[in-house]
């Protein structure tokens, strides 16, 4: 809501900050309940003190923000911030507040977390996240939804033993994922990842609990050695599988054709790579859902999709 205050026409005779401040009050009062606030570093005004705000938020469920916003605008708010569930946080390159600790110290139970960061090789920020990462892990017993796009400077990931749903994106080679590899996530459901090393995604998928319905694998270079190993890890980890997306290599087409035998609850299948699999494909045996063949026989392959 209060991320528009840019975009909006003021008027001259108005001071910008007055302006925020009247139009944030016609949605902040103690006739409104705001579930869902997002805040940009650009807004400048302080929420606690606007009459009516503790109820207004008193049930707020998601909130998203930069990390550099003002103290002006989050001092106070951790007090009244307590009821959140899903959290979104931009982490900047520096003049991060740690307000941001304290709110996520004082939130009950918290359930979701995204945590963005602009893709620049070197941070001058580790000291902050360690510190934002050690309150999350307070809270690792109810965290079901974590995604990420830099790797932890803490043991977080390891701490969360009941996620369900992991997302993880890379923007520079220069970055390490080794805590994925030794990370076993025993209820994980759902795993997406984008420009991850294979080797790495491998290794974390081989150490799950067998409960993954859902695996989508964009980037990250596959040599034929990691496409076989990534493809092995699936069938024998992910019997319960629903939905795949993944590219193939021409050499491991027969790894493909062991993966369609061995997960019997697959029905979306997005190979995102050119090969041929029209004659190595059971595909008697399947009835996947929703997805066309493009380059095959569309009668037989009518549900998966092939992206090229």
């Not at 809501?1 to 003021?10: L, P, R």
């Not at 994106?169 to 080794?178: A, C, E, I, M, V």
Request: hydrophobic share 35%; with cysteine.
């Amino acid at each position: 809501m209060v991320n528009t205050f840019d975009h909006i026409v003021t008027f001259p005779n108005i001071k910008k900050e007055i302006f925020e401040k009247e139009v944030t009050s016609l949605f902040i009062n103690e006739n409104t309940r705001v579930m869902h606030l997002y805040i940009k570093n650009r807004y400048n005004n302080r929420l606690n003190t606007i009459p009516g705000a503790k109820y207004s938020f008193s049930e707020l469920e998601f909130f998203s923000s930069n990390t550099n916003i003002s103290d002006n605008v989050i001092i106070g708010l951790p007090e009244i911030f307590k009821s959140i569930k899903r959290l979104e946080l931009v982490i900047e390159m520096k003049n991060n507040s740690y307000e941001f600790v304290k709110l996520i110290d004082n939130i009950d139970k918290l359930y979701h977390i995204r945590l963005y960061s602009k893709h620049y090789a070197e941070y001058d920020n580790d000291s902050f996240r360690k510190a934002l990462e050690n309150s999350l892990i307070k809270h690792a017993n109810t965290i079901q939804y974590f995604k990420t796009t830099r790797p932890p400077v803490t043991n977080i990931l390891s701490s969360f033993v009941n996620l369900k749903i992991l997302k993880v994106k890379g923007f520079s080679n220069d970055l390490s994922w080794d805590c994925l590899e030794t990370l076993s996530l025993s209820f994980l459901q759902v795993l997406k990842t984008d420009c991850i090393p294979i080797e790495k995604v491998s290794a974390l998928i081989e150490n799950t609990g067998g409960k993954l319905i859902e695996v989508s694998i964009n980037g990250g270079y596959h040599d034929e050695n990691n496409n076989k190993r990534l493809i092995q890890s699936i069938y024998n980890k992910c019997k319960k599988i629903q939905y795949l997306k993944i590219l193939i290599r021409n050499e491991n087409i027969s790894e493909l054709e062991k993966l369609l035998i061995d997960c019997q609850y697959l029905d979306g299948l997005n190979i995102n790579g050119i090969v041929s699999l029209y004659t190595h494909a059971p595909v008697e045996k399947y009835d996947f859902k929703d997805f066309d063949w493009i380059k095959a026989d569309k009668k037989a392959l009518k549900s998966w999709e092939y992206n090229f």
